[in-house]
């Protein structure tokens, strides 16, 4: 019947957002059964051992994702990210705390390694958008220190240093300038550092900086195929091109806004659409550069899989549809695994 589990690794979550706003409900927790999508138990049962933990900070701390669909949410107020960042980070390395062992922020690539090995939870600390980093870089130095692996330049808003996209249907990701000289400086010092870039939210001109001043693969953790769903979150063939060239990767993003050719927030959407999308990101990119970003916690995914239980449903899909065992390995947590070695020092 069913063949082992392959041990997965995820580019993105957004479960700290979900417990942070949960607090102090006793029945959403990480450990003992929650609501969403991730819970330790849930993330047992699908064979997720660990991914990207999101630091997002929202417009309005009371609406996780307050925006006006087609428009750039306003610019935040520094010292109000850092106080929301602060308790999410914090929150990370409480539950690390607290799992006694089933829970590790991971620094390196070796720990990613072991963690898979021995099933503990392996977390990067990844913030979605560098909003809360002041354009001295104090607070990257202090992030970095604390266990800062990996940097979305901007979340769908702008900040001091880029411009991200807009949530917009049908759109070009060719929304609005690239990046400003502190956004530079940002890419040379997470470069120097060691801090993966993730370019997934960011406009296509702030996307060309990253291509050119970044000596880094590039990543796009939670990002489509534009061709196949033309949502200004989606990468476009030639962005393809660059990534593979770069020795970079693509995470599927699970949500169905952004897999749907018509754009819809539909959870009605069948496995064979996830597919097409990992289908085209492998011949576009080969094998080595596509894995999975799935968004759990932060969008509306195929009713098919649920939660992160449902994630066998996504791996015999693919099995079904022709990839070996060498290859799922590779998408379900290789890929992630070698991307970040390159990239970490
Ligand atoms: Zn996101």
New binding site residues.
Partial sequence: MSSPLIPIFDG?NDTLLRLIRAEPDENDSFFRGGRGHIDLARAQAGGLSGGFC?V?VPSDPSVPYAYVPGELPPVLDLAYTQRFSTAMTALLFRLERESQGQLMVVRTAAEIETCLQNGTFAAILHY?GADPIDVELNQLELLYQAGLRSLGLV?SRSNAFAHGVPFRFPSSPDTGPGLTDAGKALVKACNQLGIMLDL??LNEAGFWDVAKFSDAPLVAT?SNVHALSPTSRNLTDKQLDAIKESDGMVGLNFAVAFLREDGESNADTPLATMINHIDYLVEKLGVERVGLGS?FD?ATIPAAIEDAAGLPKLVDALRESGYDDASLRKLLHENWVRVLQKTWK
Avoid: I, L, Q, R
């Fill in positions: 993105h999101a997002y979605e979340w997934s939210h939670h968004d932060g």
